[in-house]
C-alpha cells in the first residue's frame, strides 16, 4: 500500500515549548495505527496538522502525497475528542451538512448506520445521551470514503457496550486502502482493531512497532507493554 501520511522532521511548538519535536513517520494505506502516549504527549497535535487545522513551526508533511491545504482536508476525515455537532441540529441536519461539505460521504451508509442504533432523522441532538452522539458522530466520518481517518478518543467516556459498536463501526466501514489513526488511553480495548502502535511521549517517537512483533517477541499485550514503557 502506499504511504497516505508522510511526516518528516515535523515540529510543532507553542513559544519555547515543543508540542512534536523532529517527527518523522510514515502511515500507509491498509493499516490501524494506535497513537499512544501520556496527556500532552503530542498525540493530538499530530492529529489536528494531518487534518490541516494547525500550521508546522518545522519540518513538513504530505497527506496523499500533498501539502496540507483544500485538497488534503477533503481527504482526511477527523473526529476531534469533543461534541462538535451543534445542540440544535437535527439528525437530518447533520446529514445535510455532511452531504454539502464531503463529496465523499455516503448518506446511504450512514443513513443505515443510524437505523441500526435506532436513531431516526428527526432526532436532537441536544436530546441525546452522550455515548449516542459520540455514535452519531463516528457514524457521519466513517460513512467518508477518506484517505486518512484520524479518530481522537473516539471511545472515550462511552460504556463497554457502546466502545464495542464504536470499534466494529471503525473497523467495518473504513476505506480499505485508507489509513486509519486511533488515539487512545483505553488500550486494552482498542488494541484488538490494531496492526500497529507508535508510543509518543514530548512529541518524540519511542517505538513504533506492529502488534504481532509485540506479541510473538515480547509476548505481551500492547497495554501490558504501554505500561512497561511509561510506568512511572
Do not use: W
Not at 66 to 86: D, F, H, I, N, S
Amino acid at each position: 500500500m502506499e504511504a497516505v501520511l508522510t511526516c518528516s522532521a515535523l515540529t510543532k511548538a507553542y513559544g519555547p515549548n515543543k508540542a512534536l519535536d523532529n517527527f518523522t513517520a510514515v502511515f500507509s494505506g491498509g493499516r490501524i495505527t494506535g497513537l499512544l502516549g501520556p496527556n500532552g504527549s503530542g498525540k493530538t497535535t499530530l492529529m489536528k496538522l494531518a487534518a490541516g487545522l494547525l500550521v508546522p513551526t518545522g519540518g513538513s508533511l504530505r497527506v496523499c502525497g500533498q501539502a496540507p491545504g483544500p485538497q488534503t482536508k477533503a481527504r482526511v476525515a477527523y473526529l476531534p475528542e469533543r461534541t462538535y455537532l451543534p445542540a440544535g441540529l437535527r439528525v437530518r441536519e447533520a446529514l445535510e451538512l455532511f452531504c454539502d461539505f464531503y463529496a465523499d460521504f455516503s448518506r446511504e451508509k450512514a443513513v443505515s448506520m443510524l437505523a441500526d442504533l435506532k436513531i431516526q432523522p428527526g432526532d436532537k441532538i441536544s436530546a441525546m445521551s452522550k455515548g449516542t452522539r459520540e455514535k452519531v458522530q463516528l457514524v457521519l466520518v466513517m460513512s467518508r470514503a477518506a484517505g486518512l481517518y484520524l479518530l481522537d478518543e473516539p471511545i472515550g467516556g462511552v460504556d463497554p457496550a457502546t466502545r464495542d459498536y464504536i470499534l466494529q463501526t471503525i473497523i467495518g466501514n473504513y476505506n480499505p486502502e485508507a489509513s486509519v489513526m486511533i488515539s487512545t488511553h483505553l488500550i486494552a480495548d482498542v488494541e484488538k482493531v490494531l496492526d500497529d502502535v507508535l508510543f509518543i511521549n514530548q512529541g518524540r517517537i519511542m517505538l513504533r512497532t506492529s502488534v504481532d512483533q509485540i506479541r510473538e517477541e515480547k509476548g505481551m499485550s500492547v497495554d501490558q507493554l504501554f505500561r512497561e514503557v511509561f510506568k512511572c
